[in-house]
């Protein structure tokens, strides 16, 4: 019997960027083993009818693994949440939730609410570290006091909330 090994790597192959001499990231980088690897492999590429966008990561490895991912594609957040260990409920709804940096207009502004005074000026939390957001989820978890909605620590900027 043959055995079989399935690499999927996510967005390599995408959009190229004017910072790379208008490469993908795949065409700029200098992988060596990816390169060998790929000496002693059959490869394949997962080419996606535009009908069927917006096709995300998770999308693909359900379709890799010959699920129809229309049919059982829910989120990204029950992915999130088997990568945290987090075992879900069958009622249970689980979110991915970044962490994010909001700004006013002239600055920070006041924070106070959200409208058009503010824009998101980066999706990734400024950069924020897992003990610093694991101070954040804690705090949120205190105020929201609530045992239907719980915020998970994840990762730097990406958490999960069920």
Not at 41 to 57: A, D, H, I, M, N
């Amino acid at each position: 019997m043959r055995k079989t090994i399935v690499i999927h790597v996510d967005g390599l192959t995408g959009q190229s960027y004017q910072e790379l001499e208008d490469q993908t990231v795949l065409q700029s980088a200098r992988p060596p083993h990816l390169d060998e690897l790929a000496g002693h492999s059959e490869l394949g590429r997962l080419g996606v009818p535009r009908e069927t966008r917006p096709f995300c990561g998770e999308m693909a490895l359900l379709a890799l693994l010959g699920y129809d991912p229309h049919k059982w594609y829910t989120g990204p957040g029950a992915f999130e949440a088997g990568g945290l260990g987090v075992v879900l409920d069958a009622h249970d709804v689980a979110y991915l939730c970044h962490l994010v940096t909001l700004r006013g207009q002239d600055g920070w502004g006041d924070g106070k609410k959200f409208g058009a005074q503010l824009f998101m000026a980066d999706l990734f939390g400024g950069g924020i570290g897992t003990e610093d957001a694991r101070e954040l989820i804690d705090a949120v978890n205190e105020q929201l006091i609530s045992e239907s909605i719980q915020f998970y620590l994840g990762s730097r900027h990406r958490h999960l909330m069920v």
